[in-house]
């Protein structure tokens, strides 16, 4: 207990942070270890310590005493009983489990715990998985079963830490060219961290070298290597990043997308290929044994698509690299993450990161518009369903996007919104380039190089943007509609402009809000995300500042 200390800590598993004392920011990293942000306005944020949040920081690592001796450390009062009592034994549940590898490569579910192991064995779902009771301990495993029965035991609070090992692949070397670069210190604990843990997720801000990341792991497991991304765009960037900084040849690399279906010792996939149908069935499902990978490194993994999930259960025996900048997902799979991909082992705070000078430093801002009396009384009667894009593209955002322009006059803009005929009205009012999910990738990658060049310093695109795209120069996003106010989106958004930049300008965020409707609702949600992040976040009034017309 500590009488000047920020936190108290409640018997609900609740955590209040007062934003305003001295310890609060060094209280606030010590917290995010194990407990997840819930709500952030100005004076005092509340965390909840999850099972999942404490099974994380345990699979990276850190001991329940170490979590207990951090809210002793900050907290005002004392730490309920109840609560250090259930962090200690949440905790202890994980590894409990265990799956090995038995003679001849039969897998084992393995327990000390007999009652856990009897527990689990009438437990509807997980028996089918079970072949047969070997001992008081052992329990044999079906060979397909891997991935479902980490995902049913998550489901059931008794996660198993997976020892089984990987195949290793064909092996295949690749080795990092760092001529005129290095890894940063937190890139290769990064990797090592992973390698100890042998699966798992990475969490690394955006623009802070995520793909850097997956070079090095690539190079360190020396084996073939399917590597999935969002998009083309991405594909593509990838494959430029490996041959910048490793061995790899052209002739080593290959595409495997829409446009291309190439298999090589490195391949490149999209998640929309591999979710493809045809004929009610998935159409490359034979990609993911096309080669004896060693290695799959999912880009981006808060975003895997759901049907992908399935086909990760069977890839069990490869080693799986996660990397993401968040992992909130908005359909809350975030179990099937841990228990499919892997646990959490490496997550670097964002302003850390910004402190070390490896990304830029952001201002981020909310700027409030007033609805206009008539169309007040619309959206007042409007279904709830059609409120969000009413206020989401009001007309009067449309001014303060042009003042904000003239503002930041001779820095490159992105202007980032979420409906297609509010992204052209943008684009035709401020005479400026617009990309979109039809533009081709040609012409996007055209427009992306054009923008990096300054050639074309404004941009307005739509939420293909948000996703791996590496526009280092750019030093201000206005967005101006959004995924109902998404965490996962704001870190993607705000992650364009944190790449450090040769100009050397500052970042700044502008989101644009309709005052006293679901848009500045689903704005409080965002602000978690900045809040988590150690990020200010400014409420501006238009008028007031002479923004508005």
């Not at 291309?260 to 010792?265: M, S």
């Not at 969000?388 to 303060?400: D, G, I, N, Q």
């Not at 944190?498 to 500052?506: A, D, I, N």
Request: aromatic share 8%.
């Amino acid at each position: 207990m500590n009488p000047d200390g920020p936190l108290i800590v409640q018997s609900d598993r609740t955590v209040l942070l007062e934003v305003a004392s001295p310890l609060a920011e060094e209280a606030r990293h010590a917290l995010a270890v194990f407990a997840e942000l819930e709500r952030a306005p100005e004076h005092v944020h509340t965390y909840r310590i999850t099972r999942l949040g404490l099974w994380n920081a345990r699979a990276a690592g850190h001991a329940a005493d170490e979590m207990l001796a951090v809210l002793e450390k900050y907290s005002k009062f004392p730490v309920p009983q109840s609560v250090s009592i259930d962090i200690a034994e949440t905790v202890g549940r994980y590894g409990r489990l265990v799956i090995e590898r038995g003679d001849e490569g039969v897998l084992l579910l393995r327990s000390t715990d007999t009652a856990v192991l009897t527990e689990i064995a009438s437990n509807r779902k997980v028996a089918p998985l079970l072949v047969r009771r070997i001992d008081s301990t052992t329990f044999e495993l079906e060979a397909w079963a891997r991935g479902q029965v980490k995902q049913e035991l998550v489901k059931i609070g008794w996660p198993a830490e997976d020892l089984a090992g990987y195949t290793p692949g064909t092996p295949h070397a690749i080795d990092l060219h760092q001529e005129g670069w290095s890894l940063r210190p937190y890139q290769q604990t990064a990797v090592d961290h992973f390698f100890d843990g042998g699966s798992g997720v990475v969490v690394l801000p955006c623009g802070a070298g995520k793909t850097l990341v997956g070079a090095a792991a690539m190079a360190a497991a020396g084996t073939t290597t399917l590597v999935l991304v969002t998009n083309t765009v991405s594909a593509r960037q990838w494959r430029t990043e490996l041959l910048n900084r490793t061995s790899l040849t052209e002739d080593e690399i290959g595409e495997y997308s829409g446009q291309l279906k190439e298999i090589k010792p490195v391949t490149i996939a999209t998640y929309q290929i591999l979710t493809a149908k045809r004929k009610g069935q998935y159409a490359h499902l034979a990609l993911l044994d096309a080669l004896d990978w060693g290695l799959i490194v999912y880009d981006e993994v808060h975003l895997l698509p759901a049907p992908v999930f399935k086909l990760t259960a069977e890839l069990q025996a490869r080693r799986r690299l996660g990397l993401t900048a968040t992992l909130v997902r908005e359909d809350g799979r975030e179990s099937d993450v841990f228990s499919l991909i892997g646990p959490k082992r490496f997550d670097a705070p964002w302003k850390e990161i910004e402190a070390q000078g490896f990304i830029s430093p952001a201002s981020c801002y909310e700027v409030r518009v007033d609805l206009p009396a008539t169309e007040r009384l619309e959206y007042a009667a409007s279904a709830d369903d059609q409120r969000y894009r009413m206020a989401a593209t009001a007309p009067a955002k449309l001014e303060v996007v042009k003042r904000l322009v003239e503002q930041h006059a001779d820095e490159r803009i992105l202007i980032i919104g979420q409906y297609l005929d509010q992204i052209d009205e943008l684009a035709e009012a401020l005479g400026v380039p617009q990309l979109t999910g039809s533009t081709s990738v040609e012409e996007r990658e055209r427009l992306f190089q054009e923008f990096r060049d300054g050639v074309t310093p404004v941009l307005v695109v739509s939420k293909v943007a948000n996703f791996s795209v590496d526009l280092p120069e750019a030093t201000v996003a206005i967005q101006v509609s959004g995924s109902f106010g998404s965490r996962q989106e704001e870190a993607q958004r705000l992650g364009r402009l944190l790449r450090p930049k040769k100009s050397g300008l500052p970042a700044h965020f502008y989101t644009l809000v309709a005052r006293d409707t679901v848009d500045q609702d689903f704005a409080q949600n965002r602000q978690r995300f900045l809040a988590e992040q150690g990020y200010s976040y400014t409420i501006l009034d238009a008028t007031s500042i002479g923004l508005a017309a």
